[in-house]
């Protein structure tokens, strides 16, 4: 089997049941397109948070190995510096080895902090600030940050110079779909497969969307979050996505009863401006597959597509905070920040979020959220489309994680990963690979399964999943039996809990997890 192109796509703060293939009433064809010839997977975890997730997901490795334990402000030791590591190895890096051409375009944030307050002070380059360019890649356009405006986005960088003027049309979104076209078509026929790596910043606050997306779904979710978890609920069900054992877990108990919202209108309108980011996202992929269709290359293409962590509770409050700095706009315009009643959602002068109980909704149908190691903290809708490989539509649902992904595109591409890379020893991977799972064997996991993140703690060993939200106790739960986790059973399997609690221990310690806070 000759090496596939592979193309691996992220979306930002997307919920376990925000796209059309798991459960969702978002318009998502492409992406359903990809799901009903390939595979998808119903226990993919991330690691609850944007830049632990995605320097996992880059090096085979637990966030604390990769360099990234907490986000990526330097905190002193080489598991919370903020940065890639140089003992472990990118994706991009393991397959240039191959003889792969390798392109990312969007979100990088796995490479030092950087104060949006102070543009003048970037080095990106210098150490402990490495871009994609550093670490593998050899195309590079996107944002080295986290989250900005989808008009005026910062740190934007095309190769090694910074962008900082925007066409009147320009949209994030859009922009990070066309280059990833662009470079399909500049990389075909030069004879070598390619990896190409598209990291949208979608739907991640701010809602920002041009005024006929959110038109489209203006009024579409006046029946309100209550109604929309029960409809996603059994459409996962119908699906067969998940067992219906399985309970919807409880609305959240600080989000009202849709009957008792305030500002019934306005949130349906900023629901309908986060529906319309996700649809924009899905229009993007669309151009990217007809790339590879008008190329001849997409039977030979590997693609998989996956989210960072759950939907985001997070709340831009009205007296200002945000953990960003927002500048003003080039015009001198003020952002507005934060959730204002009543203000219309969507334009580069605002800057909200859609809040607790939508994002109780795009979780349908578990609990918590990002920041959080629960399950609608890390579960990812997951689709992988490999025509080569794939020849019958899939629904696996063998637990698996992101530091996965690395060792699965190694063993696709018949690539090395390598003992020692730059004179550098490498950390050998934590992943393994599921290629076999495509043939519809019945792959599993051999090692346990572990999280930490602001000292939210978790472990799944087979169906037992042992999960603490700091700074409380140890829950346990059969996620065969209740993976919406309703019915702890720490109480009643003391031994188990112990037992689970002690494997925690060991990976913490050699992960070089440290206590939450840190200091």
Known sequence: MSQPNIILILADDLGYSDIGCFGSEIATPNLDRLAETGARFSQMYSFARCCPSRAALL????????????????????????????????????????????????????????SAREP??????????????????????????????????????????????????????????????EMIAEVHGSGAP?????????????????????????????????????????????????????????????????????????????????????????????????????????????????????????????DGWINSYVPDLPDGRRVQIGNRVGMRPGTADTYMSYDLPWANASNAPFRLYKHWVHEGGISSPCILHYPQRITAPLTIHSPLQFIDILPTFADAAGADYPAEYRGNAIQPAEGESFLPALDGRDWQRQQPLYWEHEGNRALRRGDWKLVSKFPGDWELYNLLEDRTELRDRSESEPQRVRALSQLYQQWAERCEVRSWPLV
Request: hydrophobic share 40%; net charge negative; charged share 20%.
């Open 59 to 114: 090096t085979g490795l637990n966030p604390h190995q990769a360099g990234v334990g907490h986000m990526v402000e330097n905190r002193g030791t080489r598991a919370y510096q903020g940065y890639l590591r140089d003992d472990a190895v990118t994706i991009a890096e393991v397959l240039k080895g191959a003889g792969y051409s390798t392109l990312m375009s969007g979100k990088w944030h796995v490479g030092g902090a950087l």
């Open 120 to 181: 003048e002070s970037w080095q990106p380059g210098a150490p402990g600030f490495p871009t994609p360019l550093d670490r593998g890649f050899d195309r590079f356009y996107g944002t080295l940050a986290g989250a900005g405006s989808f008009y005026f986005p910062h740190a934007l960088m095309q190769d090694g110079a910074f962008i900082d003027d925007f066409p009147e049309d320009f949209y994030y979104t859009d922009a990070i779909s066309d280059k990833a076209a």
């Open 194 to 318: 390619f990896f190409l790596h598209v990291a949208y910043t979608a739907p991640h606050w701010p809602l920002h969307a041009p005024p006929a997306a959110i038109a489209k779904y203006e009024g579409s979710y006046r029946q309100g979050w209550d109604v929309l978890r029960q409809q996603r609920h059994e459409t996962l069900n119908s699906l067969g996505i998940l067992d219906p054992v399985w309970a919807l877990s409880p609305r959240d108990a600080a989000a009202p009863p849709w009957q008792a919202a305030a500002h019934s209108d306005w949130e349906d309108l900023r629901m309908a401006t986060y529906a319309a980011m996700i649809d924009r996202m899905d229009q993007g992929i669309g151009r990217i597959i007809a790339q590879l269709e008008a190329l001849d290359i997409l039977q030979d293409t590997l693609i998989i597509f996956l989210s960072d962590n759950g939907g985001c509770a997070e709340y831009l409050a009205e």
